[in-house]
């Protein structure tokens, strides 16, 4: 016998009664769950983290391009940054104390300081663990002039330190082990199997390709009779090709994704940051002593646009919806906000005490990371 339920007219009325009751009640609420997750997912919520060498860490809101807060690292020299998956640690390489700070992202907090190496630079995060390339001997100064010997050659030391990758894992918070790469390490990327460390060694003119389980050498790629001081280095989205600048060569080169030398790409003078955009149809180029950012097709490699920038811009990223970039000019004490369809400036924050990496979260396409 099937079961048919029946409602008086009364009950009815008072179950309607209470389900208004209910829906009035809920809109007064501050915010309905499907509210808060809109409101996660908003632009507010996307902010960039902005690294100043002679102060912390700038805070700017993507939805109104303002900066909102400071971090202080607890350190002197904030270089390189990287932001962790989920977005609540962000890992800032500080130089004068040969460590990185480890800042939880809602507060402001420094949760610890982690030993990586002298001088660290570049930070790269993937999953648990960060990659952090240091430069012991490093030298820097100018390029030498024709018929002077390199800086670093005039002051050889055989006992000198060589460069390392420190890996720390996140989750124990501490140093786990180095991976051992030239002179002096500038630029990391990962492979796009994931199972290599690429790194660019501005000392001795060379990009190597390490394996990450256990730091083996897997290749070594010499760029010096196309360009010296390697410095930025990244991987087309689809993995097929791997970029360099040569700094003081004001080229980069086009590796294969065989880590096999295919070309160069001249540019202006002194390159450092270089990315590709998301779909990998740009490639974009920090040019220090030109003051621009420049644009070339990444398939035919003709240069499309100059961008007119500031004083020693280096680092850069895109927004997480892809339709600006972010650029860091140290010298100019400013982050220029630049249109990525119109390849036009639009905006500049003003971020003082030397401007030197960023990075988006959530994660965006940049010369320091990638989505």
Not at 276 to 294: C, H, M, P, S
Request: hydrophobic share 35%.
């Amino acid at each position: 016998m099937k079961f048919t339920p029946t409602f008086s007219k009364t009950r009815i009325s008072l179950v309607l009664v209470s389900l208004i009751a209910g829906i009035n009640g809920c809109s007064k609420e501050p915010a309905t769950e499907t509210q808060a997750i809109t409101e996660e997912k908003s632009p507010a919520s996307s902010v960039a983290y902005v690294t100043r060498q002679d102060a912390g860490v700038s805070v700017i809101d993507l939805a109104t391009m303002q900066v909102i807060k400071e971090f202080d690292v607890k350190a002197v020299s904030p270089r390189g940054l990287g932001v962790t998956d989920d977005g609540k640690k962000l890992i800032v390489a500080t130089r004068e104390n040969e460590s990185i700070s480890v800042i939880d992202t809602a507060t402001g907090e420094v949760l610890q300081q982690i030993a990586v190496g002298k001088n660290p630079e570049f930070v790269r995060i993937s999953g648990n663990y960060a990659f952090i390339s240091s430069e012991p001997s490093a030298v820097g100064g100018p390029p030498p002039k024709p018929g002077e010997k390199p800086a670093e050659e005039e002051d050889e030391d055989e006992d000198a330190e060589p460069a390392r990758i420190a890996v720390v894992d996140l989750a124990q918070g501490k140093k786990i082990r180095d991976i051992v790469g030239g002179p002096e390490t500038e630029g990391i990327e990962f492979s796009a199997d994931g199972k290599n460390l690429v790194i660019t060694n501005e000392a001795d003119n060379t990009v190597t390709v390490h394996n990450i389980e256990d730091g083996s050498l897997v290749k070594t790629i010499h760029t010096h009779e196309h360009g010296d001081r390697p410095r930025g280095i990244k991987v087309s989205p689809d993995g097929n090709t791997y970029l360099a600048t040569l700094e003081y060569g004001n080229k980069f080169m086009v590796l294969d994704k065989d880590f096999n030398f295919v070309r160069t790409v001249d540019t202006g003078e002194t390159p450092y940051g270089i990315a590709y955009d998301t779909k990998g149809e740009r490639i974009f180029v920090a040019t220090n002593k030109q003051k621009a950012l420049q644009v070339f097709d990444a398939k035919t490699y003709e240069k499309l646009k100059d961008i007119p920038t500031g004083n020693r811009c280096w680092h850069f990223t895109f927004t997480p919806d892809d339709k600006q970039i972010l650029l860091a000019c140290g010298k100019s004490d400013a982050v220029f906000v630049i249109d990525a369809e119109k390849l036009e400036v639009t905006k500049q924050i003003e971020v003082k005490d030397m401007p030197w990496g960023i990075v988006t979260y959530p994660k965006s396409m940049g010369s320091l990371d990638k989505k």
